[in-house]
Every structure is written in C-alpha cells, then in structure tokens.
C-alpha cells in the first residue's frame, strides 16, 4: 500500500490525530498527536490489509530553535513490503510519550536508548534506564545544546589527543 493509503486509512481510524503526510520523500511520514501513538502502532500492526510487523528502528531529533524533541518510529511490513515512518513532537521540557514496547518488543532498547540521549521518557516502560552511558552521567548528549562535561570519575572526556595520535 502506498503512503496515501496507509494515511487515508490512520486518518479515518483516528480523526483529528494524525495530519502531514509528506509522501515525496525517501522515507515518506506523517505526525501523530503524542496521545493515540499507541493505538495508532497496534492499528498498524494488527489491520490484515497493513500488517507492520517490524518497528525497525526509533529515535528522535532535537529542534531547539522550535523547543520540541520529535521521536521517529521506522515501520516495515514483510508481508507487503511497504514502510511508513510517524513522527510524534514533544517538548523540549518534560518529553513524555506511552511505550510501544507492548506493540514491538524491539522497542525496548530503542527508547532506552532515546530516553539516554535525549531524555525522552517512555511512560509504562518496563526498565527505563541508561543503556550506553553510565547511570550518573549528566545530560543527554545527542541534544544539541548538550554541554560535555570535562571529565568523568577522573577520567578526561577530551577527544583531541587520541585524534591526533590517530592522525599521525
């Protein structure tokens, strides 16, 4: 099914909560209202005539200038072989969005992930913590007014002589 279709079929299902198909692109998407990404993934997942099975990847973005993070979620059906991506804005302050783990169990480490490096929590999450930096690390790196600290445990976090000497 063409991108068209996949969101003709959202819209109907789900009024007034999904809106901006951009279907000349790559990757064609849309943007979902934070409260119905649940249920619209589980429509997506479950409808026999659309049938995504795999959430392939979820991450999100950091637009500060607009102070909003936006979580993007990579859809892929096998049986169909047909792709959509949605898109969800949050703010920049406090961003909360519901889980899909219920709907892919792939998505656990993806927003472990995106709750690591943007700080995007995941409500009804069943182990919501770090997954690549330590539990007491400060920030959350892949924001972009993300400041590096100097060090960590003693440790210097600068970067330039191991450049250099892998330049050399």
Known sequence: MEAKGIYGRLEREFPGKVSGLKDDVFDPFLMVEPQAIVDA????????????????D????????????????HLYSYTF?????L????????????T????????NWFEREVFDLFGVFFDGHSDL???LLP???VG?????????????????TERAPLVEKLLR
Not at 58 to 71: G, H, I, N, S
Not at 87 to 98: D, F, T
Not at 100 to 107: Q, T
Request: charged share 35%.
């Open 58 to 73: 979820l991450t999100a973005v950091d637009f500060p200038k607009e102070e909003k993070l936006q979580v993007v979620y």
């Open 140 to 156: 959350h790196p892949l924001r972009k007014d993300y400041v590096e600290q100097e060090e960590y445990d003693g440790i210097s």
């Open 81 to 85: 072989r047909h792709q959509i991506v």
């Open 87 to 98: 898109k969800v804005g949050l703010p920049r302050e406090n961003p909360r969005i519901a």
């Open 100 to 107: 899909v783990e219920n709907v892919w169990k792939a998505a």
């Open 41 to 56: 993934c589980r429509f997506l997942r479950d409808q026999p005539e659309l049938k995504f099975e795999i959430l392939s």
């Open 135 to 137: 539990e007491d690390w």
């Open 129 to 131: 913590r770090r997954i």
